[in-house]
Every structure is written in structure tokens, then in C-alpha cells.
């Protein structure tokens, strides 16, 4: 039946509710600056009343109230809006990434300025040409010494720029990867306990706040998938795995590769399998890191190389002032000490491969002359070796430009008597080094007896780096060169002995094994027209066209990187400030809540002291 004193009890729940309230509110406006807290409300819903449907119920009208009760203490959050904020931050971290560091790539190229690569290299082809034109002066030649020196120094102080940054992305690989241990381990303690508050019936908001927070910070790192379907195990996947699953997280590992300079891959703890990363900072760093920035390494090595070998190539078969010949310009240090190229490459003592970086053929070729035959060459490619047919009808020249256009990792051109050049570029896979033939092969007699760089045809003739002694299956008589020591940029130097000896220069070719005459200029003209001869490895183009292919490429990847990062910028903006509409702290909103619930306890106790009142009459006075 009804309770004489129901409605003190009424009047508590009130009290008790709107004190809940005001609580809430209390909280929301101290946490109106944490980051990541969502606002909260508390749901108020009236209590059961008296009596419900039944054959016991008292004869008496109604339903009877009996007063509110706080059905729960909910945070306001859009779901499918934080999945949107989420995928959204993974690639903004991808973008704001590659904007920092391909800004300082575009950086060491100092274009345009006088002590740009390519503005020291430009004086160094000048001064040859002006040596050509006075071949017998000593002034000619130290002016081709200093602008040597002065382009040696800038290529040294480019390549340890570019070698600095991929260092210091490699530490940033270190530091995300700590971070993203971090966040997961952190996660997944979260997750152990929500799951223990759950459990009590309890809406841990505080606790999902936090663990949304470190999901949002851990997606701008990699690229996460977050699962919700089950309530009990808050699941994040990478890769087509799990990171985090209720309480159990797999961390990231580190694994130095010697193949890669000793740069970090990134494993799966305790398996050696790498993590598949398409998104967030840490995929930016290692794209940055493995491609872009050790691409304008090899740019610059490639470069370098081709200077070395083409300019030493003229010079030790000119004759310098003083009658001497044989004499290289540059120094070039060999990857191997082995005369003919044999390596130890898995380290047990013994050798196992040959490194070469260039094959020169015994007959002169006219690039016009068709060449009557037909066959299929092989060559090493970036991910496969690279078939290159070629028919009756084909020009040397158009056998030369399929090669350059074949997606092979080794290219062809003419040397300075017209024979055919097969040179390495440098690898795409770091698995492989850098200017390293790693397979020659012709069905034909265009590489064997048209051009003479093969002994024979097919495979059982073909040049393969996995072997001892590959020369052996080179044409007899033909030329070679053994691999550079890795990068070629770091250690070129000028001679020191035409350093000492500035009359040591070369600068005419001279006749029939007798030094060159008074006034002969004709290597050092030789040397000049380097700059404009379509000589350069890989894509055959002129070092013109290569530095300015490679300045414009830097400065489209740069710029492609800028416009998406502000992109991405502007519609996280959106994204955060829709979010915030939602979720964030109005402060003039929770006042309002605030006299809302304030005016709700007085009203509660007032209305317990008016019964009390009654109660008072009714107790106390009844018999006066």
C-alpha cells in the first residue's frame, strides 16, 4: 500500500539525482581543456511505479510515481564520426611526414646558387673547354684543378647532407616505434580494465575517453582497423593482423639489415615477418627513408660515377704537359681488391660472386648499321630479369635504346672508339647493391660475336653475378670494370698526383702512341663535351637534363607532399571542429545544466520540508 513517508523517499531521489547531476556538470567544466574527454550527460528516467499490472495489486487508482532515478552516466560521442576522424589522422601523419623531410631533401640541392652541384659542375666543364682552347697553358690547368676540387667538395657535402637525413629518419623509425609499443600496451590495459566496469554494470566513460585518445595518436603513427562488434574485446588490426585484442597486443620489432647500410626493418616480435604498413607517419618514414631519400643518394652516385669513369677514361689516354699518360683524373676506389671482381658475399671466406660495373664490347659499332640478326637478350631487372627482343631489321641504336627504355638495371651506350658499353645502375631492391651486373644473357650474336662482350650465346654462355670468376664468359679481349665501393659521392677525391702536378692535366690525345703536340686540346675538348653528350646511365640523357630531371622531380614530390598534408589539414580541422560541436565542453551550456539541476535540488528539498511539515502536523499535533 502507499507509504505515509513515500514521499520523503521521493524527495531524496530527487535530491540524490540532481546532486548527480550537478556532479556531472562539476566534472564536464573541469575537463573542458583535456584532450580527448567527450562531455557527458546524465540520464534521468522516471522510477517504477506503484503498482504494476497483476491479480495482487491494491485496489487503489493509479499508477502510483515514485519519484526519478539516474538511469545512466553516458558521454556524448558520434562513432561513426571518430571512425572518420581516425582513417583521416593516418593519413594526415602520412602527408605531414613526408612534407618535413622532402622539404629538407629539396634543401641540399641549394638551386639555384653558385655553390649548387650543378652550378659547381657547370665551372668544371667551362674550365675544361677553356683549356682546350689554351692547351698549353699552366693558369688553364689550375683552373681545372680548383674547379674539380671546389665540385669534389660540394658533391661530398650533398651526399652527407642526403646521408644525414636518412640517418635521421632512421631514428625517427626507432622513436615511432617505441611510441606505437607504447600506445598499444597502454591500450590494451584499458581495455583489461573497461572490461572489468562493464562487467559492473558500469559505464566507464573516463576510461573509453583515454583509450579513444591513444587510438587517434596510434593511428597517426600506422594504419590501424578498429574493430567493435565484440563488447569484450576492443580489437585493433595492421596489416591483416592483430595489434591489440582485449587485452593482449603483439609489439613491433626492430631488425638492423646489413643489406640496407644497417637500417631498421620493422618485424612482428618474435617472428620474422615484417609489418605491412600502407598509411601514418611510421610507412612515410620508411617509404622516405628506403626510397626517396636513398633515390637522390643513387641520383647523386649515379652521377658521380658516370664523372669518375667517363672523365678518367678520356684523361688516362691523353697526355698531360709533361708527357705522361695513363693517368687518371679522379680516383677511383673498387668495391672489390680482387683483380677481377670475385667477392665473398655471404661471408664464409670463400668467394661466391662477381661484381662488375661495366662491360665494354671489342668491335667498334656503327649505331646506324642494321645488324641482320635476331635474338632475345637478358638482363637483370629491378624484380625479374628483363627480356629485350631484338629482329634483322633493328639498328644498333634502336637495340641500345630498347635496352635503356627496358626497365633493366643495366644500361647501354657507346664509348669514345664506338664499342658497345654495358653499365650497372644502381638497384632498386636493397637486397642488391648498387652499379652491379648481375646477368648478361643473349640467344643471339648480337652481345657475342656482333658486339664482342659475350663469349657465346645462350644461357650456358650467359654472365651471371653468382658466380666465380663470371669474366670467364666475357669475349675475349673485352673490358671491364670492377663495382664501386658504395657510394661513389662520399669518397670521390681528385688525383693526388695531378694535384701535386697541375702540368699532369691532360689535354690533347696525341698520335700514335707519341704525346700530344703544342696546341693539342682534343681530350680536353673531349672532357667538355661531356656535358652535352646523352652519357648518363640508366635513362641515357645528358648530366644537363639529369640534374634538371632531378631537381624538378625533388620539387614535384615536395610540392605533391605540401598540397596534401594542407589538404588533410583543413578537413581534419572540419572533422575536429563537427566533433566538437558534439562531444567538447560549452561552458555556457553545462551553467545552464548547472541552474537546471540547482533549481532541481531546491525544489526536491523544498518539497522534503514541506512534507516534513505535514508530517510534523501530523505527528506532533494532531492530539493539541
Not at 158 to 176: F, G, N, P
Request: no cysteine.
Amino acid at each position: 500500500m502507499h507509504s505515509t513517508f513515500m514521499s520523503i523517499e521521493i524527495g531524496k531521489r530527487g535530491l540524490l539525482a540532481h546532486t548527480q547531476g550537478l556532479a556531472t556538470v562539476g566534472h564536464n567544466m573541469s575537463n573542458a581543456s583535456v584532450e580527448g574527454y567527450s562531455r557527458q550527460r546524465v540520464n534521468l528516467e522516471a522510477m517504477d511505479p506503484l503498482y504494476m499490472p497483476g491479480l495482487n495489486r491494491e485496489e487503489t487508482p493509479g499508477q502510483i510515481g515514485q519519484g526519478v532515478s539516474i538511469q545512466s552516466i553516458e558521454r556524448i560521442r558520434d562513432e561513426i564520426l571518430e571512425g572518420r576522424i581516425v582513417a583521416q589522422t593516418n593519413v594526415g601523419g602520412y602527408w605531414e611526414t613526408r612534407n618535413s623531410y622532402l622539404l629538407m631533401v629539396e634543401k641540399t640541392y641549394n638551386e639555384p646558387s653558385d655553390v649548387s652541384v650543378r652550378s659547381l659542375l657547370d665551372a668544371f666543364w667551362d674550365a675544361w673547354q677553356e683549356l682546350s682552347i689554351h692547351p698549353d697553358e699552366m693558369a688553364a690547368r689550375h683552373a681545372v684543378i680548383e674547379n674539380a676540387k671546389a665540385l669534389v667538395d660540394g658533391i661530398h657535402e650533398r651526399y652527407r647532407a642526403l646521408s644525414s637525413i636518412r640517418k635521421m629518419i632512421e631514428e625517427d623509425v626507432q622513436a615511432t616505434v617505441k611510441e606505437v609499443n607504447d600506445y598499444i600496451a597502454r591500450i590494451a590495459h584499458l581495455n583489461e580494465q573497461i572490461v572489468k566496469v562493464k562487467a559492473m554494470g558500469d559505464n566507464p566513460n573516463d576510461l573509453m575517453d583515454r583509450r579513444d585518445l591513444l587510438v587517434e595518436k596510434l593511428a597517426k603513427l600506422i594504419n590501424v582497423t578498429v574493430d567493435t562488434r565484440d563488447p569484450d574485446e576492443f580489437t585493433i588490426h595492421v596489416g591483416g593482423r592483430h595489434l591489440v585484442q582485449g587485452k593482449v597486443y603483439h609489439p613491433f620489432a626492430l631488425d638492423p639489415r646489413p643489406q640496407n647500410e644497417g637500417f631498421s626493418a620493422v618485424l612482428w616480435e618474435g617472428s620474422t615477418e615484417e609489418v605491412r604498413l600502407e598509411g601514418g607517419k611510421l610507412a612515410a618514414l620508411l617509404e622516405l627513408r628506403d626510397g626517396d631519400v636513398r633515390g637522390e643518394i643513387q641520383k647523386l652516385d649515379t652521377m658521380t660515377v658516370n664523372l669518375v669513369n667517363l672523365v678518367n677514361e678520356v684523361h688516362r689516354n691523353a697526355y698531360g704537359l709533361n708527357g705522361q699518360t695513363g693517368v687518371d683524373f679522379f680516383v677511383e676506389h673498387p668495391a672489390v681488391l680482387n683483380a677481377v671482381g670475385n667477392y665473398d658475399r655471404n661471408g664464409d671466406g670463400e668467394f661466391d660472386s662477381t661484381y662488375l660495373f661495366r662491360i665494354h664490347g671489342t668491335n667498334p659499332l656503327d649505331p646506324n648499321a642494321q645488324v641482320g640478326i635476331e635474338g632475345v637478350i637478358t638482363l637483370s631487372g629491378a624484380e625479374e630479369d628483363v627480356q629485350i627482343a631484338y629482329y634483322p631489321t633493328d639498328t644498333v641504336q634502336d637495340i641500345v635504346n630498347r635496352i635503356n627504355t627496358s626497365g633493366a638495371e643495366v644500361s647501354a651506350s657507346f664509348d669514345r672508339l664506338g664499342r658497345l658499353v654495358l653499365k650497372a645502375t644502381p638497384s632498386e631492391d636493397v637486397a642488391f647493391p648498387d652499379f652491379v651486373i648481375r646477368h648478361v644473357e643473349d640467344s643471339g650474336q648480337f652481345l657475342s660475336g656482333y658486339a664482342g662482350i659475350l663469349a657465346g650465346s645462350g644461357p650456358e654462355n650467359a654472365y651471371d653475378w653468382e658466380t666465380v670468376d663470371g669474366v670467364l664468359t666475357l669475349r675475349g679481349g673485352a673490358e671491364y670494370g670492377v663495382a664501386p665501393f658504395a657510394h661513389p659521392s662520399g669518397w670521390v677525391v681528385l688525383n693526388p698526383e695531378v694535384e701535386r702536378d697541375p702540368a699532369s692535366v691532360a689535354a690533347g690525345f696525341g698520335q700514335e702512341g707519341r704525346p700530344a703536340p703544342p696546341g693539342d686540346g682534343s681530350a680536353a675538348l673531349a672532357v667538355a663535351n661531356l656535358r652535352t653528350e646523352p652519357v648518363m646511365i640508366g635513362r641515357l640523357m645528358t648530366f644537363d637534363d639529369y640534374f634538371a630531371e632531378a631537381v624538378s622531380e625533388i620539387g614535384l614530390k615536395g610540392q605533391q607532399a605540401q598540397i596534401a598534408d594542407e589538404t588533410q589539414k583543413l578537413i581534419m580541422k572540419d572533422l575536429k571542429d563537427l566533433r566538437e560541436s558534439i562531444s567538447g565542453v560549452n561552458i555556457d551550456e553545462e551553467l545552464a545544466q548547472m541552474i537546471k539541476f540547482q533549481h532541481g535540488y531546491a525544489a526536491s528539498a523544498r518539497f522534503i520540508t514541506t512534507f516534513n511539515s505535514m508530517l510534523d502536523l501530523l505527528i506532533n499535533r494532531m492530539a493539541v
